[in-house]
């Protein structure tokens, strides 16, 4: 690969990042929790050295009361969490927001965040491409594979989905399979990604210790002189990770998960629930049969990206772990998925370009790139979690619907507006306020006031922002609580929730409107 190309690739890489982390920064008006909480995770971490997170303690407290009947929801206190804060780090062991959080003393985190959260998705493709030419496979061949990254719904989806951490493994976790895989690994540069991983979250440690000890059995002789490195390095990262779930964490959702990967319930699952088993034979279609069908041609590869999906195969939270690509359950097997079809493609170019017939054959395998491209773009889980078949998803594949839809977040475009709509917010509710509202807020109010997931903390909050139903005659006219016991009971919640506003001295008949909701101020010198 020349100078010149290396160039030009890293030109075209910035091209590509620079819309794509505009359209993020505009989109963080859409708002979610999770951006919210990592943003101020940052922001507390930097100024008090606490991973701790307020907005996180709320959410909890929501989900503690989110299947309970309305008349108990209604005859509690809604004043908060207690503790008002959680340290995340029970949660998830996220040490890499350490060296992070620096950074927003220079870059605000609503910029800082999803301009990471770009780089990561976009560093994927653009370190398949150097591997790729670096093998001297033809520019064209590689750009497919490019295509090809890009076209899966983990990196299409997931681009424009919420940040999470573990995010930030598809480009880490590359890097350390590179390194762990090159015909002379560079010890001090797998130290270095491997140890970056490490620190990413509690599980991707173990990760890659298990990546280590399956490489070193597979190519044994490849790694001989240097096995009791390796060795021990395998056994710090998973160490470490096991140190950290076991003692360090206090996150019951691993006791359930973990109950899940148990040969007999697996089993269980696999025969009894129809929509476990189509969800799954989706995801093993998706990942293996269309997208990692050319990773068979580096069989080690491809057996270790078998390895790290075993969580997703056998375990299971709901679904997400199945068919939910958008979401981050499919970090942490999606960068050794990327690489053996990579290495793969590599292996089957190199065999076609040594052919009697290079060109007929390598066209044959571009083509069947093509096609295998275009078949995941359209796949989508049907109710049941099985497969179906709709063009019309391309229209939300990243790469078509980001340039498709620029216009719309520039100066006069519709997100642009809509952007600019939201941003009202902030400038009714003067900082050092109390505010409960709706999840859509919590990303540009939570800095310099104290929120909480609506309708926790209605009872002390000065300000609530809830979603305002305009029909004529609708009752109630203020939403925004959400109930697991079906419309029913969620409509006898917020009724209950706005004779409680009421009576808490909010003004209900003159509210600022945001969009399509409303802000409502507690009156002066009304008291709970």
């Excluded at 307020?54 to 108990?72: G, K, L």
């Excluded at 300000?463 to 959400?482: N, T």
Aim: hydrophobic letters at 45%.
């Amino acid at each position: 690969m020349s100078r010149r190309e290396t160039y030009l690739t890293l030109l075209l890489f910035v091209c590509v990042l620079i819309p794509l982390s505009y359209i993020q920064i505009m989109e963080w008006n859409y708002g979610s929790a999770d951006n919210a909480f990592l943003d101020e995770l940052l922001t507390n971490i930097r100024q008090t050295g606490k991973p701790t997170s307020q907005i996180n303690a709320s959410v909890y407290e929501v989900f503690d009361f989110i299947d309970q009947e309305p008349e108990i929801v209604l005859s509690g206190r809604l004043d908060g969490p207690d503790p008002p804060e959680i340290n995340q780090f029970e949660k998830h062991a996220y040490f890499v927001l350490y060296l992070i959080a620096p950074l927003t003393f220079l870059i605000p985190g609503y910029i800082l965040i999803p301009l990471l959260k770009t780089l990561c998705f976009c560093g994927v493709p653009l370190v398949a491409y150097l591997y790729m030419r670096g093998k001297r496979v033809a520019r064209f061949s590689a750009a497919l594979l490019v295509l090809l990254v890009a076209a899966h719904p983990i990196w299409s989806f997931g681009l424009f989905w919420q940040m999470y951490v573990d995010r930030f493994f598809l480009i880490f976790g590359l890097l350390f399979i590179y390194q762990l895989t090159r015909e002379h690994p560079d010890k001090t540069k797998l130290l270095l990604t491997a140890g970056l991983c490490a620190i990413l979250t509690e599980r991707s440690g173990a990760i890659c210790g298990a990546a280590i000890v399956a490489y070193v059995v597979l190519q044994p002789r490849k790694y001989l002189l240097s096995t009791p490195f390796y060795a021990v390095l395998a056994v710090v990262l998973m160490g470490a990770s096991v140190f950290i779930i076991q003692v360090v964490l206090n996150n019951e959702d691993y006791q359930g998960f973990s109950s899940s990967l148990a040969p007999s319930v697996f089993y269980l699952n696999v025969t009894a629930d129809a929509a476990f088993r189509n969800k799954l034979l989706t995801f093993l279609m998706v990942n293996l049969a269309l997208f990692g069908l050319l990773g068979l041609f580096d069989w080690r590869s491809y057996l270790v990206t078998v390895g790290t999906m075993l969580p997703n195969i056998m375990g299971t939270l709901g679904g997400g772990e199945k068919t939910s690509f958008a979401t981050h359950y499919h970090s942490t097997y999606f960068p050794f998925l990327v690489w053996s079809v990579a290495t793969g493609y590599a292996n089957v170019y190199r065999r076609l370009r040594q052919s009697s017939r290079p060109r007929l054959w390598i066209g044959l395998l571009n083509t069947s790139a093509c096609v295998t491209m275009l078949i995941p773009m359209c796949i989508y889980p049907t109710e049941v979690g099985g497969l179906g078949f709709d063009s019309r998803n391309l229209k939300s594949i990243a790469w078509y619907r980001s340039f498709r839809e620029l216009t719309r977040y520039l100066p006069g475009g519709q997100m642009h507006d809509f952007a600019r709509e939201m941003q009202k917010a902030p400038a009714l509710i003067p900082e050092g306020s109390v505010v409960s509202t709706v999840e859509k807020f919590l990303p540009i109010l939570h800095d310099g006031r104290d929120v909480f997931l609506y309708p926790d903390g209605v009872d002390i909050a000065d300000w609530v922002i809830v979603y305002l139903d305009r029909a004529p005659g609708a009752s109630p006219r203020y939403l925004g609580a959400v109930s697991y016991l079906g419309p029913e009971a969620q409509k006898q919640l917020n009724l209950g929730l706005e004779k409680r506003l009421a009576g808490l001295g909010f003004d209900l008949e003159n509210p600022e409107r945001v969009v399509t909701w409303a802000v409502l101020k507690k009156r002066e010198g009304s008291v709970p």
